[in-house]
């Protein structure tokens, strides 16, 4: 069974720039989700698709941060434009849908450095 | 969102059975306990969940306390590759089954 993707592995930009990040998730599974990562911290969640639809943005800084689900398969996440503090590694994740307690399945992630 | 706490940091050697706890006293009747992994420059690696009972699977066990205030998952034969953070998290099975993640505890395995 493939994993979940996502791509590029790495990016370095610079303040002020814009970068987008792109995810593939396990076939069949409905929900997807975006983390950030700081090093040395636990991942927060930034937004949890359901299909192509937002079930929890709350913690998404939307004057800067979007992100789209189409046909309710691959999605991005946009930075624009990108602060210093954005500098982390986002991750993506997808579960079963209807299966209230399954495990979610993590990509190896994109480190974005902003410089 | 109820909570959990790990320590740290904690070290164990190569072929020992390993001992993680995790204390989460404000946990609902409807939180899963799941455990996950991530080893340097990964993503994080599902291990194990439960909701009142002990469980086993292949990676690892995880005791479940009576009141459910607490935790333990158990490695029972540390390796190399088991190196990594643990992060123990509590899973509301309720509509949003939002992730809530701490800091982990840091295992280092010697050899």
């Known amino acids: 069974e493939a994993g979940v993707a996502q791509s590029p592995r790495y990016k370095i930009i610079e303040k002020r720039q814009s970068v987008a990040f792109w995810c593939n998730p396990i076939s069949g599974h409905a929900t997807l989700y975006w983390y950030q990562q700081i090093l040395g911290q636990g991942p927060k969640l930034l937004i949890q698709?359901?299909?192509?639809?937002?079930?929890?943005d709350s913690q998404l800084p939307k004057d800067r941060f979007s992100a789209e689900r189409l046909k309710g398969v691959d999605s991005t996440l946009k930075i624009q434009p990108a602060k210093l503090e954005d500098s982390a590694v986002y991750l993506c994740?997808?579960?079963?849908?209807?299966?209230?307690?399954?495990?979610?399945?993590f990509g190896q992630g994109t480190r974005l450095t902003v410089v | 969102d109820a909570k959990t706490t790990q320590p740290n940091s904690m070290e164990s050697n190569e072929e020992e059975p390993v001992h993680l706890p995790c204390n989460h006293s404000t946990i609902s009747g409807t939180d899963y306990i799941h455990w996950y992994r991530q080893l340097p420059s990964q993503g994080p690696e599902y291990v194990i969940h439960?909701?009142?009972?002990?469980v086993n699977n292949r990676m690892a066990s995880l005791a479940i306390a009576e009141d459910r205030k607490s935790s333990t998952l158990i490695l029972h034969r540390a390796t190399l590759r088991d190196a990594a953070v643990y992060y123990c998290?509590?899973?509301?099975?309720?509509?949003?089954?939002?992730?809530?993640w701490g800091l982990g505890t840091s295992l280092a395995v010697n050899p």
């Open positions: 698709f359901q299909n192509n639809g937002v079930v929890d």
């Open positions: 994740a997808s579960s079963l849908y209807g299966d209230r307690v399954s495990s979610a399945f």
């Open positions: 439960g909701l009142t009972s002990n």
């Open positions: 998290i509590l899973r509301n099975a309720g509509n949003n089954r939002k992730l809530i």
